[in-house]
């Protein structure tokens, strides 16, 4: 397995971060992994798909369209970001 960058652990930690952050509000947190990082679904609430990014990346073709698909079918999707002092996206 190839050796883990440090652009890739900073992310890989973040991602972590926002999962717990996500649960600490008492959502139930699963990985995606494909057109967003994870689905936070709490009872009686919107499921939420997250893309979590640092502060300056932006969504992939794919991240995009899984956004539009998302919203049309009735669901939440959030970018979260770290590494900025502002989460606004």
Known sequence: MPKETKH???GRLCEEAKKIEYQGR???VE?????SDFV????GSKPIL???????GGLSKLQN???KRAVSNGFDYRV????CKVNDE
């Open 65 to 67: 369209e899984t956004r």
């Open 26 to 28: 008492g959502y139930l």
């Open 50 to 56: 997250v893309e979590v990014k640092n502060c300056k």
């Open 31 to 35: 990985t995606t992994g494909r057109g």
């Open 80 to 83: 979260e970001r770290c590494g």
């Open 40 to 43: 936070a679904v709490k009872p």
């Open 8 to 10: 890739q652990k900073a």
